[in-house]
Each structure stands twice: as structure tokens, then as C-alpha cells.
């Protein structure tokens, strides 16, 4: 079993910057991807970004490449979202997820593990 916990979210200006972490407990290892995936109100959710708990390059969502960094801090147990130059359509329940996998996952159903989810809201 893996656990879940994210934090960071809160109420940022269109441009401004936020920092989401990911608070990881478990059994994981370096077979483990960490995702953020998001939901806004009405949608369905959405892949953001995916790193290999060993590390390595990174996958985006299109819409967040260049603004949007997911890192790792295997000490700290800790996956990061860094998002810079953030847009109003950047507003959603952000998620943490994880799942043993060969690749990267871009869809919701490639992960089994979730967190509870934190709000980002962006104002115009």
C-alpha cells in the first residue's frame, strides 16, 4: 500500500507561482511513477505531469509544458509540483498518484494510489 498526502494549494494571481508537494508513504520503490493529474469543476481529471521515483526526464501535459516542474526527493520522501506563470484555467483539485509501471502513465487509470487532492485557485 502507498499513501498519499498532498499539500500547497491555495488562491494565487493569474502569473503568480505555487508549489505543490506530495507527501509519500509506503512500500514504493524505483519501478514506482509519481503523476499529478487535476480536475476542475465539471471536467474530467486531467494527466499534468510524471516522474520515475528513481528518477530521470519528466512528462507533461501539453498545456503545462515550459510553466509546470515535477521533481523528487527520495530522502524526504516527497514529490514536488512547481507552477510558474499560472493561468485561471490552471484552477482545479490538483492529485497525487503513484502506481508500479514499465512506462509513464498519461491517463488516470494507469494508477492505483491517490491523495485526497488540494485546491489551486487563480485569479484573473
Known amino acids: 500500500q502507498v499513501q498519499l498526502v498532498e499539500s500547497g494549494g491555495g488562491l494565487v494571481e493569474a502569473g503568480g507561482s505555487l508549489r505543490l508537494s506530495c507527501a509519500v508513504s509506503?512500500?514504493?520503490?524505483?519501478?514506482?511513477?509519481m503523476a499529478w493529474f487535476r480536475q476542475a469543476p465539471g471536467k474530467e481529471r486531467e494527466f499534468v505531469a510524471a516522474?520515475?521515483?528513481?528518477?530521470?526526464?519528466?512528462s507533461y501535459a501539453d498545456s503545462v509544458t515550459g510553466r509546470f516542474i515535477i521533481s523528487r526527493d527520495n530522502a524526504k520522501n516527497l514529490v514536488y509540483l512547481q507552477m510558474n506563470s499560472l493561468k485561471t484555467e490552471d484552477t482545479a483539485v490538483y492529485y497525487c498518484?503513484?502506481?508500479?509501471?514499465?512506462?509513464?502513465?498519461?491517463?488516470?487509470?494507469?494508477?492505483?494510489?491517490w491523495g485526497q487532492g488540494t485546491q489551486v485557485t487563480v485569479s484573473s
Open positions: 509506503g512500500r514504493t520503490g524505483n519501478s514506482y511513477v
Open positions: 516522474i520515475r521515483w528513481s528518477g530521470g526526464s519528466a
Open positions: 498518484a503513484a502506481d508500479r509501471q514499465l512506462v509513464i502513465p498519461r491517463t488516470r487509470s494507469g494508477y492505483d494510489y
